[in-house]
């Protein structure tokens, strides 16, 4: 293909042909953000199949694979710490790469996530969406409607489930090829996540919080007089226990919170090349760097309340990060597309931070007209939604790596299995599964573990800022600075690994996060 299927004999002709090779990859990551921007914003027409295409060209090229796998195996010879970082990274992107822009892959990720993304939903025979259903759920008092409720997602489930499997099949296929157990494994050496310590890390967190969650559900079904205790019941019986009332978190004025907040704390946000929609999306929210880092892009989802606040807080922080990442080399700018590219984890939990800010007290004092008695009862449990979301995404987390393992087990009884060890509820078999549904197994496959990861490494930056700048964190302009410094601007240039450790002092541990969940004083929480 083109002048880049010569042989490539020296460094010096090496360095332009990483170069030319990686403008192709941009105008690719380009294309791709664009169209996925408009397939969520309806703003205007957009073709992912094309947008797909052109990174086929460059990962199914096998001609350009060979000469990386060559220069990456000479590469410590080179004297150039840039250009084998960017040789890794290639290497890494061809095999995900690969995987990524396979058409038939391709073909079957697209058509499941417009079915999914464009699929009607009703309840009661009338046609409704998830955010509403999300919305009614959270405040429905009576128990068999929110069951009903809570199950509206069933309908994608029933009618994605075997295109799911076929996808995961499909997948795994490729990684075999490649020399690994299945996708799932592939997808976490493409991300620098080690298996073992990962595995390792979820199970002490189950262990250690599955007697908080087992109080919760005793007290609850006391306290709300019930018999049984559902899924259906925990964003209900969370609201009623811990939440702040929605008035205090307006919808209409979240962005004017977030940029009066980030100005604080340094940031330009008047100058930054940053769009923001409110949009109803089969995610809380989605954040799109679209060239990074000229135009970074946002939707949030229309819910309500303090959630709402906190998906936008970490949707804004995913946009600071691609904005203020300074690396000439686009392999080592982090764009989202190519598994290999950038570790997700990591992203996620820098974007967390700055939803961490929202759980401040000094912060709910300044940015909202709470009133005392309230705040003082959501500080007693506020631990408690948090711990939810831990123990919901080992579940979700561990249905899609037990899949990935075995597709053709019977993934209704691993789903129900799973809801049983990590949620501690039973469903009945009857009951309509709902993983299928999910377009984060489409669109972002092998991800959950990210958002758990993402917690940890949020927690342990707050704690650090905490450490740093004491009680001022919340207006000292210089944490945009530190932040700039040590988490964005290097893009990919070192691995997250070690940007954790540059900014924290320490390596990635779940200590600051089970601090937060109420097994020890969390330090970067302020308490009056």
Not at 97 to 124: C, H, M, S, V, W
Request: with cysteine.
């Amino acid at each position: 293909m083109r002048e880049q299927k010569k042989r490539v004999t020296s460094k010096d002709e090496l360095i332009p042909f990483l170069d030319t090779l990686e403008r192709r990859y941009e105008a690719a990551c380009v294309a791709m953000g664009t169209a996925n921007w408009h397939s969520y914003a309806k703003d205007s027409a957009y073709n992912l199949d094309a947008a797909k295409a052109q990174f086929a060209e460059i990962f199914l090229d096998t001609s350009l694979r060979n000469i990386i796998t060559e220069w990456l195996n000479i590469s410590g010879s080179l004297a150039d710490k840039h250009l084998e970082r960017r040789l890794e990274l290639w290497k890494r992107c061809f095999i995900g790469g690969g995987i990524y822009a396979d058409p038939e892959i391709a073909r079957q990720e697209n058509a499941l996530q417009e079915k999914i993304t464009n699929f009607k939903l009703t309840f009661q025979g009338q046609p409704t969406t998830r955010a509403k259903a999300s919305n009614a759920l959270r405040q429905e008092k009576r128990q068999p409607k929110r069951r009903m409720l809570w199950n509206v997602p069933g309908q994608i489930s029933k009618a994605t489930i075997n295109d799911l499997v076929e996808l995961v099949q499909l997948r795994n296929a490729k990684a075999k090829d490649e020399g690994f157990p299945n996708y799932y494994s592939l997808s976490l050496y493409l991300h620098s996540i080690e298996e073992a310590w990962l595995l390792k890390t979820l199970n002490s967190l189950e262990e250690r919080t599955r007697p908080l969650l087992d109080t919760f559900i005793v007290e609850s079904k006391k306290k709300h007089r019930l018999k049984n205790f559902g899924p259906w019941d925990f964003d209900y019986v969370l609201r009623e226990a811990v939440s702040l009332p929605d008035k205090y978190f307006p919808a209409d004025s979240v962005f004017k919170v977030i940029h009066q907040f980030e100005k604080e704390i340094g940031f330009a946000v008047d100058s930054l090349p940053i769009k923001e929609v409110v949009k109803d999306i089969p995610y809380g929210g989605l954040s799109l760097a679209i060239k990074i880092p000229k135009d970074s892009r946002f939707l949030v989802n229309p819910t309500k309340g303090k959630g709402f606040y906190g998906v936008a807080f970490h949707e804004y922080g995913h946009s600071l990060k691609a904005v203020h990442t300074n690396v000439e080399y686009p392999i080592m700018k982090g764009f989202e597309w190519i598994p290999g590219a950038q570790c997700a984890a990591y992203e996620e939990g820098v974007a967390e931070m700055h939803a961490e800010f929202t759980e401040d007290t000094t912060w709910i004092k300044e940015y909202t007209k709470v009133k005392e008695k309230e705040l003082t009862k959501y500080i007693e449990g506020r631990s408690l939604p948090a711990l939810f979301r831990l123990r919901r995404l080992l579940k979700d987390f561990f249905i899609e790596y037990e899949m990935y393992k075995n597709p053709k087990q019977d993934l209704a009884a691993l789903e129900r299995e799973m809801f049983k060890k990590y949620l501690l509820v039973e469903l009945d078999s009857n009951e309509q599964h709902q993983f299928a549904s999910s377009i984060w197994y489409v669109s972002y496959p092998c991800y959950y573990q990210n958002y758990i990861l993402a917690a940890m490494i949020a927690t342990q930056l707050q704690e650090a800022m905490s450490s740093k700048f004491g009680e001022q964190k919340l207006h000292n302009r210089k944490i945009a600075a530190w932040m700039k410094r040590h988490l964005y601007a290097s893009g990919e240039t070192t691995e997250w690994v070690e940007r954790i450790r540059d900014a924290s002092g320490k390596g990635l541990e779940p200590g600051a996060y089970l601090r937060k969940l109420g097994i020890e004083i969390s330090q970067h929480i302020h308490k009056d």
